[in-house]
Structures are given as structure tokens and as C-alpha cells.
């Protein structure tokens, strides 16, 4: 097999895996054999024994994962090109573009590595093993962007997803990978072109990998019930233009527009209004906020709705002396500061609640290894962050109202991180609320993947999901993952339902990312191994 045969079959395997990718909808099965190709390919040139073997599986696996990645969040270029060149944007996205297939990629060579010393039962559970740590690795570092880890694909079809409410993403990115590899056995059964039994059992067991899961997910959403404990909520979408919002409208234009909005829908009943990400963009003091005007407007407005609370996003600071520690650099001879991309809960009373968004966006607000990175600062500060990196807390938050109701508040690209989430469902949590400004992206299909992810978040913590997005899409999401009502792109509005609250917890809120932890034990034990049979090898030549 020469070269191009491989390529072509890198860039079908990329392009069935977009094709399946959300938000292009009722083509989500094909994650079950998209990467088919790339794993003939693999095979063929492993088969074929020529020099520089690794190499070849490296590049064609790098083909597969880099055009699947950079079709798939094309639009992280639209955002950075709003307010630089093309040329400066153009090679920044590379880094997200590229850095997520360089990882896909490894596991791919340590499988080919691994399958040099080992049957290919071990190897395949190596490449399930090496793909999942290099997904877990990608939502804990410093350039931390899991967006496109496999498990994420199901929120396109959240109806076979129910059983996330045990394994979170994870289970999914299984799910695809021992599909994957099945229907490549099936194939080479097939080719090979065994007589009986031999022939179909690959195939069969191809069938069972896919069909059971997907019919006990169908039975559990059908089934599924919830329990009726009603809250009036209203969520706003005030449509301010992101790149104007820091320097266009004043704080008080931008006020009364949620004002008006929270109140053309609500009712006597109400008990939470929802405002977007920074909705409240000047910096507020923590320390004094009770004194703050945007503070005393806002909870003007709350006076009218007896048992309201609400709950917006706020850019805000703090003070520390030299005493006190702070997670930012900022400071002078005597003090610290910090800035904070924040949630904040007002109320009807003195108690005012903070949450310090902690999953912050590398580049636009933290420069992840900055002594390395430091210069791309310049290109990133159009987007009203600080590159100097915003502060954040270690911890996720619930935020609870005199009524008792905790909810968790959530802060854009958060929402796509679920064991953090289910953190804070675990501590008392009853519903999410998501506040977000997808607008830097402008109309393409990051906010509408953004939506889908926070489905997931509701099955796998059964809460449901209160969106609540500067230009939208903004809305509601239920226990069972079905989006219940929500607005339009770029639409000035507000819309408002009853959500049932749930105090039960499942397993994956109680036990997290479980599977990637024992696949990354396994990984890591894998590679080790390599690196050992490598050393045996070397000290006897």
C-alpha cells in the first residue's frame, strides 16, 4: 500500500468523523465506524515493514486527527480574527487546532509501538487505555481544551447517552473506541473471508457492542420520571454585542436592558432570574459591593418579586495584603489584587454570595506556561479578558438561597467539564445554572456545540440546565437531556419556565471521571512497558 492510499484513508476516516460530530444532526452513529479507515491504514502500513514505519503511522494518524479537529472548531479562527489579522490568527489557532491532534496522535504511535511486543488484544486495550489519558490529559493542564473528546460526539443524539448518569463523557469515548476497533475486526473477517461461523462472529459482536448500550439508553429515557418539585425561572438574553459590551453601552444602559427584559416575563412567583457572563462588566469591589451601584440597581429591581433571587455573571476584584495569599501576579509593595471572570447571587437581603470562574481559557484569561507563552499575549486581549490571567478559586461552588434551593453556578467554558460540575452537585447542587457569552464566536457552529455539551451535564447529574447566554442560543434543558424551550441566535429577549429541582445524586456525581482515572493507570503502566521492553532490547544488543 503506498503513501496516498494511506492519506486517503486518514481523510475519509476525518471526514466521517465530522460528519458525525455535532451539531450536524442523525449522523452521530457514524462515530461507531469512523475511524475504520484510519485503522486500515495503520494496519497496512504496519503490514507492509518498511523503514520508518512509526513514522508513517504518525502522519497519517496526525492527517485524521488535525483535519477533524480544525473542521470541527474551525470557528476558534473567527474569534481570534475578529480582532487580529489574518495572518496572526491564522497560525494561533494552529495551537488548538493542532494541539489536541498532536495528542489523539501519540496514543495512536504507542499503540503501533505497543503492538511490536505484545498480541493485539493488548495493544487494542492500549489504544483505548493511551486515546483516554491523552483526553484526560487535555482537560487537566495548563492548555486544558477537552472539547473534542469522543464521549462529547453523543450530545448530537443525547437519547443514547442516558447511561452517561454512570460514566460521564468517558463511557462514550469507550463506547466509540471498542466499536471502532470491533467493525475493524469485522472487516479483516470479512477480507480474510473465513468459512462458517469464523466469518460473521466479529461482526456479531460489533452488533452487541453497539446495540445494547444504545437500547438500554433508549429504554432509560423513555422510563425516566421526575420527581415534581417546581421553581419558576427566567432566563435573559440581552443580545449586547461582546466587542462593544466593554467600552460601547455604559454599565447602566446594559442594566436596564436585563431590568426590562427580567421583568416583561416574570412572575409574582419567580425565584430566579438568570443574567449571561459579565453581564455586570465593571469591575466591582467584593469588599464593598453592598455600596456598589450596579449592585444597589440590581437588587432595586429583585425588590419586586418577594422570594427572588438572581443570579448574573460579574467582572469583580479583591484586595489582599501581603499577608493573605492570591492567585494573581498583580500587586504592589503592599498589596495584591486579583480580577475575577465571576458569578455573583443577590438577594433580597444583606447575604451576597461569589463564584470565581476556576476553568479559565488559556490564552484569554490565563497564559498557560507563561514564562514560554508570553509572548502571544497582544493577540488575545481584544476579548476583554487579561492575559496577565484572571484569578480563580480551587473549588467548585453552590450558591443557596434563604429558601434552601442551592444551585451551581457555572461560567461558560466550564460547562463542558463534567466531574466539576457534578462536584458541586454532590455538594448540594439542585440545578445548573450556565451563564455564557458565546458571541466572540459570532453564527457559526461553536455556540450551537456549546449548547449541546450542557445536555450532557444534565444527564449525567439528572439537574437541569438553566442557560443563560449574552446573544444566545439561551435555554432550558431537562433532567433527561431534552432542550424544553430556548431563543434564537443574536435575539434580544428572555424566556422563563418551571424546572423541577433533584436532591438525588447518581454515580458519576458521586464517583467522577472513575474510567479515565483506571485507563490512565493502565496507559501509564503500558507505556512503562514499552519504555522496559526497549531498555531489555537495547542491553542485550
Same mark, same amino acid.
Given at each position: 500500500m503506498?503513501?496516498?492510499?494511506?492519506?486517503?484513508?486518514?481523510?475519509?476516516?476525518?471526514?466521517?468523523?465530522?460528519?458525525?460530530?455535532?451539531?450536524?444532526?442523525?449522523?452521530?452513529?457514524?462515530?461507531?465506524?469512523?475511524?475504520?479507515?484510519?485503522?486500515?491504514?495503520?494496519?497496512?502500513?504496519?503490514?507492509?515493514?518498511?523503514?520508518?514505519?512509526?513514522?508513517?503511522?504518525?502522519?497519517? #494518524?496526525?492527517?485524521?486527527?488535525?483535519?477533524?479537529?480544525?473542521?470541527?472548531?474551525y470557528?476558534?479562527?473567527?474569534a481570534?480574527?475578529?480582532?487580529?489579522?489574518? $495572518?496572526?490568527?491564522?497560525?494561533?489557532?494552529?495551537?488548538?487546532?493542532?494541539?489536541?491532534?498532536?495528542?489523539?496522535?501519540?496514543?495512536?504511535?504507542?499503540?503501533?509501538r505497543?503492538?511490536?511486543?505484545?498480541? =493485539?488484544?493488548?495493544?487494542?486495550?492500549?489504544?483505548?487505555?493511551?486515546y483516554?489519558?491523552?483526553?484526560?490529559?487535555?482537560? /487537566?493542564?495548563?492548555?486544558?481544551?477537552?472539547?473534542?473528546t469522543?464521549?462529547?460526539?453523543f450530545?448530537?443524539?443525547?437519547?443514547?447517552?442516558?447511561?452517561?448518569?454512570?460514566?460521564?463523557?468517558?463511557?462514550?469515548?469507550?463506547?466509540?473506541?471498542?466499536?471502532?476497533?470491533?467493525?475493524?475486526?469485522?472487516? @479483516?473477517?470479512?477480507?480474510?473471508?473465513? %468459512?462458517?461461523?469464523? @466469518?460473521?462472529?466479529?461482526?456479531?459482536?460489533?452488533?452487541?457492542?453497539?446495540?445494547?448500550?444504545?437500547?438500554?439508553?433508549?429504554?432509560?429515557?423513555?422510563?425516566?420520571?421526575? =420527581?415534581?418539585?417546581?421553581?419558576?425561572?427566567?432566563?435573559?438574553?440581552?443580545?449586547?454585542?461582546?466587542?462593544?459590551?466593554?467600552?460601547?453601552?455604559?454599565?447602566?444602559?446594559?442594566?436596564? &436592558?436585563? /431590568?426590562?427584559? %427580567?421583568?416583561?416575563?416574570?412572575?409574582?412567583?419567580?425565584?430566579?432570574?438568570?443574567?449571561?457572563?459579565?453581564?455586570?462588566?465593571?469591575?466591582?469591589?467584593?469588599?464593598?459591593?453592598?455600596?456598589n451601584?450596579?449592585?444597589?440597581?440590581?437588587?432595586?429591581?429583585?425588590?419586586?418579586?418577594?422570594?427572588?433571587?438572581?443570579?448574573?455573571?460579574?467582572?469583580?476584584?479583591?484586595?489582599?495584603?501581603?499577608?493573605?495569599?492570591?492567585?494573581?501576579?498583580?500587586?504592589?509593595?503592599?498589596?495584591?489584587?486579583?480580577?475575577?471572570?465571576?458569578?455573583?447571587?443577590?438577594?433580597?437581603?444583606?447575604?451576597?454570595?461569589?463564584?470565581?470562574?476556576?476553568?479559565?481559557?488559556?490564552?484569554?484569561? @490565563?497564559?498557560?506556561?507563561?514564562?514560554?507563552?508570553?509572548?502571544?499575549?497582544?493577540?488575545?486581549?481584544?476579548?476583554?479578558?487579561?492575559?496577565?490571567?484572571?484569578?480563580?478559586?480551587?473549588?467548585?461552588?453552590?450558591?443557596?438561597?434563604?429558601?434552601?434551593?442551592? $444551585?451551581?453556578?457555572?461560567?461558560?467554558?466550564?460547562?463542558?467539564?463534567?466531574?466539576?460540575?457534578?462536584?458541586?452537585?454532590k455538594?448540594?447542587?439542585?440545578?445548573?445554572?450556565?451563564?455564557?457569552?458565546?458571541?466572540?464566536?459570532?453564527?457559526?457552529?461553536?455556540?450551537?456545540?456549546?449548547?449541546?455539551?450542557?445536555?450532557?451535564? #444534565?444527564?449525567e447529574?439528572?439537574?437541569?440546565?438553566?442557560?443563560?447566554?449574552?446573544?444566545?442560543?439561551?435555554?432550558?434543558?431537562?433532567?433527561?437531556?431534552?432542550? &424544553?424551550?430556548?431563543? @434564537?441566535?443574536?435575539?434580544?429577549?428572555?424566556?422563563?419556565?418551571?424546572?423541577n429541582?433533584?436532591?438525588?445524586?447518581?454515580?458519576?456525581?458521586?464517583?467522577?471521571?472513575?474510567?479515565?482515572?483506571?485507563?490512565?493507570?493502565?496507559g501509564?503502566?503500558?507505556?512503562?512497558?514499552?519504555?522496559?521492553?526497549?531498555?531489555?532490547?537495547k542491553? =542485550?544488543?
Open positions: 503506498n503513501s496516498k492510499n494511506s492519506y486517503l484513508l486518514a481523510i475519509l476516516s476525518a471526514f466521517l468523523m465530522w460528519l458525525a460530530w455535532p451539531p450536524i444532526p442523525y449522523t452521530t452513529p457514524l462515530l461507531f465506524i469512523g475511524l475504520v479507515p484510519l485503522l486500515i491504514a495503520c494496519e497496512q502500513i504496519i503490514l507492509k515493514k518498511t523503514n520508518k514505519t512509526g513514522k508513517k503511522i504518525f502522519l497519517t #494518524a496526525g492527517l485524521t486527527f488535525l483535519v477533524w479537529n480544525t473542521a470541527s472548531i470557528w476558534v479562527y473567527n481570534i480574527n475578529a480582532v487580529n489579522g489574518a $495572518v496572526v490568527s491564522f497560525f494561533v489557532s494552529l495551537i488548538p487546532f493542532g494541539l489536541g491532534a498532536l495528542l489523539m496522535t501519540f496514543s495512536f504511535w504507542l499503540y503501533y505497543l503492538k511490536l511486543i505484545t498480541n =493485539k488484544y493488548v495493544a487494542y486495550l492500549g489504544l483505548i487505555s493511551f483516554i489519558s491523552m483526553e484526560y490529559l487535555h482537560q /487537566t493542564w495548563d492548555l486544558a481544551f477537552p472539547w473534542m469522543l464521549g462529547n460526539g450530545s448530537g443524539m443525547h437519547q443514547l447517552a442516558q447511561w452517561y448518569e454512570y460514566t460521564g463523557v468517558y463511557g462514550g469515548s469507550v463506547w466509540i473506541l471498542v466499536s471502532n476497533i470491533l467493525a475493524f475486526e469485522a472487516y @479483516k473477517a470479512f477480507k480474510a473471508s473465513p %468459512s462458517g461461523f469464523l @466469518k460473521f462472529r466479529p461482526a456479531l459482536f460489533w452488533i452487541l457492542w453497539v446495540i445494547v448500550p444504545a437500547a438500554f439508553s433508549l429504554a432509560k429515557y423513555a422510563g425516566y420520571k421526575e =420527581k415534581e418539585v417546581p421553581v419558576n425561572v427566567v432566563s435573559v438574553q440581552p443580545n449586547i454585542d461582546p466587542y462593544k459590551k466593554f467600552g460601547g453601552l455604559s454599565t447602566a444602559e446594559q442594566l436596564n &436592558i436585563l /431590568t426590562h427584559l %427580567s421583568d416583561s416575563i416574570a412572575q409574582p412567583n419567580t425565584e430566579y432570574f438568570i443574567w449571561p457572563e459579565t453581564a455586570i462588566p465593571d469591575e466591582a469591589d467584593e469588599d464593598n459591593i453592598r455600596s451601584s450596579d449592585f444597589l440597581m440590581a437588587q432595586q429591581f429583585l425588590g419586586k418579586y418577594k422570594n427572588g433571587s438572581l443570579i448574573s455573571g460579574i467582572e469583580s476584584r479583591k484586595f489582599y495584603n501581603t499577608k493573605e495569599t492570591s492567585s494573581s501576579s498583580q500587586y504592589d509593595n503592599s498589596t495584591y489584587i486579583d480580577v475575577f471572570n465571576a458569578a455573583i447571587q443577590i438577594e433580597n437581603s444583606a447575604n451576597v454570595q461569589f463564584y470565581h470562574k476556576s476553568k479559565l481559557v488559556p490564552g484569554v484569561e @490565563k497564559m498557560p506556561f507563561p514564562a514560554a507563552l508570553s509572548i502571544l499575549a497582544p493577540v488575545f486581549e481584544g476579548f476583554g479578558g487579561t492575559v496577565g490571567g484572571y484569578g480563580s478559586q480551587d473549588a467548585p461552588q453552590v450558591f443557596y438561597a434563604y429558601s434552601g434551593i442551592g $444551585v451551581a453556578p457555572v461560567i461558560c467554558y466550564e460547562s463542558i467539564w463534567g466531574d466539576w460540575i457534578g462536584r458541586a452537585v455538594d448540594g447542587a439542585q440545578f445548573i445554572a450556565v451563564v455564557t457569552n458565546d458571541g466572540w464566536w459570532g453564527n457559526t457552529s461553536g455556540k450551537d456545540q456549546h449548547l449541546l455539551y450542557a445536555k450532557l451535564r #444534565a444527564i447529574t439528572r439537574r437541569y440546565v438553566v442557560r443563560s447566554a449574552n446573544t444566545g442560543i439561551s435555554c432550558f434543558i431537562n433532567q433527561k437531556g431534552d432542550v &424544553i424551550k430556548k431563543t @434564537k441566535w443574536w435575539e434580544r429577549t428572555a424566556i422563563k419556565s418551571d424546572i429541582l433533584n436532591d438525588e445524586l447518581t454515580f458519576y456525581v458521586r464517583n467522577g471521571d472513575l474510567i479515565a482515572y483506571l485507563f490512565c493507570i493502565t501509564v503502566l503500558l507505556a512503562l512497558f514499552i519504555a522496559y521492553k526497549k531498555w531489555i532490547l542491553s =542485550k544488543s
